[in-house]
Protein backbone atom coordinates (compact mmCIF):
# COMPACT_ATOMS: atom_id res chain seq x y z
CA UNK A 1 0.00 0.00 0.00
CA UNK A 2 0.98 3.80 -0.57
CA UNK A 3 1.35 5.51 2.14
CA UNK A 4 0.21 8.97 0.96
CA UNK A 5 2.56 11.27 2.87
CA UNK A 6 5.77 10.49 1.03
CA UNK A 7 4.03 11.42 -2.68
CA UNK A 8 5.04 14.54 -2.35
CA UNK A 9 8.60 13.14 -1.81
CA UNK A 10 8.04 11.38 -5.05
CA UNK A 11 7.59 14.91 -6.78
CA UNK A 12 10.40 16.89 -5.37
CA UNK A 13 12.79 14.00 -6.06
CA UNK A 14 11.88 13.88 -9.73
CA UNK A 15 11.82 17.90 -10.14
CA UNK A 16 15.74 17.96 -8.01
CA UNK A 17 16.45 15.02 -10.36
CA UNK A 18 15.48 16.56 -13.60
CA UNK A 19 17.37 19.84 -12.96
CA UNK A 20 20.40 19.21 -11.24
CA UNK A 21 21.17 15.67 -13.45
CA UNK A 22 25.16 16.60 -12.87
CA UNK A 23 25.11 17.44 -9.21
CA UNK A 24 22.55 14.87 -7.51
CA UNK A 25 24.09 14.64 -4.36
CA UNK A 26 24.56 17.89 -3.67
CA UNK A 27 20.68 19.11 -4.59
CA UNK A 28 19.44 15.81 -2.90
CA UNK A 29 21.60 17.05 0.43
CA UNK A 30 20.04 20.63 -0.19
CA UNK A 31 16.49 19.53 -0.47
CA UNK A 32 16.70 17.11 3.32
CA UNK A 33 18.33 20.38 4.62
CA UNK A 34 15.50 22.54 3.63
CA UNK A 35 13.28 20.26 3.98
CA UNK A 36 14.53 19.84 7.96
CA UNK A 37 14.52 23.78 7.88
CA UNK A 38 10.75 23.97 7.06
CA UNK A 39 9.84 21.01 9.70
CA UNK A 40 11.77 23.32 12.48
CA UNK A 41 9.86 26.19 11.53
CA UNK A 42 6.32 24.77 11.96
CA UNK A 43 7.26 23.01 15.05
CA UNK A 44 8.47 26.36 16.28
CA UNK A 45 5.24 28.44 15.57
CA UNK A 46 2.68 25.29 15.94
CA UNK A 47 1.94 26.78 19.26
CA UNK A 48 1.94 30.07 19.38
CA UNK A 49 -0.52 30.54 16.39
CA UNK A 50 -4.20 30.28 15.49
CA UNK A 51 -5.48 27.90 12.62
CA UNK A 52 -6.05 31.08 10.05
CA UNK A 53 -2.28 32.70 10.47
CA UNK A 54 -0.90 29.22 9.73
CA UNK A 55 -3.65 28.72 6.85
CA UNK A 56 -2.12 31.78 5.55
CA UNK A 57 1.18 31.01 5.91
CA UNK A 58 0.46 27.54 4.19
CA UNK A 59 -1.03 30.02 1.13
CA UNK A 60 1.77 32.15 0.85
CA UNK A 61 4.50 29.56 0.80
CA UNK A 62 2.48 27.79 -1.75
CA UNK A 63 1.68 30.41 -4.15
CA UNK A 64 5.69 31.58 -3.72
CA UNK A 65 6.60 28.13 -4.48
CA UNK A 66 4.42 27.67 -7.72
CA UNK A 67 5.60 31.33 -8.64
CA UNK A 68 9.39 30.02 -8.36
CA UNK A 69 8.63 26.65 -10.02
CA UNK A 70 6.79 28.36 -12.79
CA UNK A 71 10.10 30.47 -13.41
CA UNK A 72 12.30 27.80 -13.35
CA UNK A 73 10.23 25.59 -16.13
CA UNK A 74 10.33 28.60 -17.98
CA UNK A 75 14.07 29.05 -17.50
CA UNK A 76 14.49 25.41 -18.41
CA UNK A 77 12.53 25.90 -21.68
CA UNK A 78 14.26 28.92 -22.71
CA UNK A 79 17.93 27.06 -21.98
CA UNK A 80 16.44 24.45 -23.88
CA UNK A 81 15.05 26.30 -27.25
CA UNK A 82 18.47 28.29 -26.94
CA UNK A 83 20.81 24.70 -27.10
CA UNK A 84 18.16 23.29 -29.70
CA UNK A 85 19.69 22.28 -33.31
CA UNK A 86 18.27 24.89 -35.85
CA UNK A 87 18.37 22.37 -38.65
CA UNK A 88 16.12 20.19 -36.87
CA UNK A 89 12.65 21.59 -37.53
CA UNK A 90 9.77 20.78 -34.73
CA UNK A 91 7.92 18.51 -36.88
CA UNK A 92 10.41 16.13 -36.49
CA UNK A 93 10.20 15.85 -32.98
CA UNK A 94 6.44 14.70 -33.02
Given at each position: ???????P???????V????????????A?L?????????????????????????????????G?????????????K???????????S???
Open positions: MIDHKNINFYFAGISALFHDKLEDAFSRVLQGLGGTLVFCYSNSLCVLEKMIILAAVCIVTALYIGVEIMEKKISKNADPKISKEYA
